[in-house]
């Protein structure tokens, strides 16, 4: 069974510009999460959606970060303009149901210089 | 915010040698799971511990609770050099996996 993938794994971007980072979850999973994890800390949530909806988004700065999450599978995060403290990993995960076991994905580590 | 804080940060030991982590939160939880993540890597879930659990056994891991002092331990035995990784305590307040995640213990074995 394939795990949760991610992309692009790597990314490096000069401030002020956009980027965008796609999800795939396992499939049936019903819900899925996006985690900011900076460097020597643990992840912070950001979003999580119960198939297309999102049921809490109080930790994404809805200035310049926009998530989605079209038919309930893939999701995409983006980030407009970008900023220097932007910089970190942003983790994919999804789980069956709410309760359930979390299944992260590699991850997505973005620089911005 | 994180709510876990693990104890210690870094952690040196011999192959061979037991590890043990510790983890302490603010607030009332549902359960509380420990998360091993490799250098580069995402985080692989490793045993999620009930708050009406005491102890969870999983091959060579070891959790505790304690609610009363609000803390968790990991305890790794017969330490290998891959189990070289950090270790992260995340807390769920009401069973819907709003996972918190503490800081992290960097675990190093050397062989």
């Known amino acids: 069974e394939a795990g949760v993938v991610q992309s692009p794994r790597y990314k490096i971007i000069e401030k002020k510009q956009p980027v965008a980072f796609w999800c795939n979850p396992i499939?049936?999973?019903?819900?899925l999460y996006w985690y900011r994890q900076n460097l020597g800390q643990g992840p912070e949530l950001l979003i999580r959606?119960?198939?297309?909806?999102?049921?809490?988004d109080s930790q994404l700065p809805k200035d310049r970060f926009s998530a989605e999450r079209l038919k309930g599978v893939d999701s995409t995060l983006k980030i407009q303009p970008a900023e220097l403290g932007d910089s970190a990993v942003y983790l994919c995960?999804?789980?069956?149901?709410?309760?359930?076991?979390?299944?992260f994905g590699e991850g997505s580590w973005l620089t911005v210089v | 915010s994180q709510q876990g804080e693990e104890d210690p940060q870094a952690l040196s030991i011999q192959e061979g040698e037991n590890a043990t982590m510790n983890c302490s939160y603010k607030?009332?939880?549902?359960?509380l799971q420990w998360y091993r993540q490799n250098s580069g890597r995402g985080l692989v879930h490793l045993i999620l511990i009930r708050s009406n659990e005491r102890e969870k056994h999983s091959g060579r891991l070891r959790v505790t609770l304690d609610t009363s002092k609000k803390s968790s331990s990991l305890l790794i035995t017969a330490s290998r050099a891959a189990d070289t990784a950090s270790y992260f305590c995340?807390?769920?307040?009401?069973?819907?996996?709003?996972?918190?995640f503490g800081g992290g213990t960097r675990l190093m074995v050397k062989p």
């Open positions: 995960a999804s789980s069956l149901t709410p309760g359930n076991t979390i299944y």
């Open positions: 959606y119960e198939n297309e909806e999102a049921v809490d």
């Open positions: 995340a807390t769920d307040k009401n069973a819907g996996n709003m996972l918190t």
């Open positions: 607030t009332s939880i549902n359960n």
């Open positions: 499939s049936g999973h019903n819900t």
